[in-house]
């Protein structure tokens, strides 16, 4: 039974910077492709930044470019997602998945394609 795991949500000002994790004790994060995504309120759940399995390419959705970056520290075990300049707009539920799979039927940043997920770690930007 695998279990993933998300963390360092938290409430920030805008401008601010978090840290999110996540971790995993059932998968080698590392053999995966790993998508972050959110979920706002009322809004539906969307892609926020893939990395490819092999320390491969990243991808991120264009609401986050240049201010989010995902990386894997394998030693750990753990995939990040590292925000910078928060933004009210940022506040979301934030989640970690696992794409299982090798083959893409949608695209990197579609939560359809990704088969394990977190439970999610919330993030506030607020003043």
């Known amino acids: 039974q695998v279990q993933l795991v998300e963390s360092g949500g938290g409430l920030v000002q805008p401008g601010g910077s978090l840290r999110l994790s996540c971790e995993s004790s059932g998968f080698f994060l590392g053999y995966y492709d790993i998508g972050w995504f959110r979920r706002a309120p009322g809004k539906e759940r969307e892609g926020v930044a893939c990395i490819t399995r092999n320390d491969g390419t990243t991808y991120y959705g264009d609401p986050v470019k240049g201010r989010f970056t995902i990386s894997r520290d394998s030693a750990k075990n753990t995939v990040y997602l590292q925000m910078n300049s928060l933004k009210p707009e940022d506040t979301a539920v934030y989640y970690c998945?696992?794409?299982?799979?090798?083959?893409?039927?949608?695209?990197?940043?579609?939560?359809?394609?990704?088969?394990?997920w977190g439970q999610g770690t919330q993030v506030t930007v607020s003043s």
């Open positions: 998945a696992v794409k299982e799979g090798r083959e893409w039927y949608f695209d990197r940043l579609s939560e359809h394609e990704y088969d394990y």
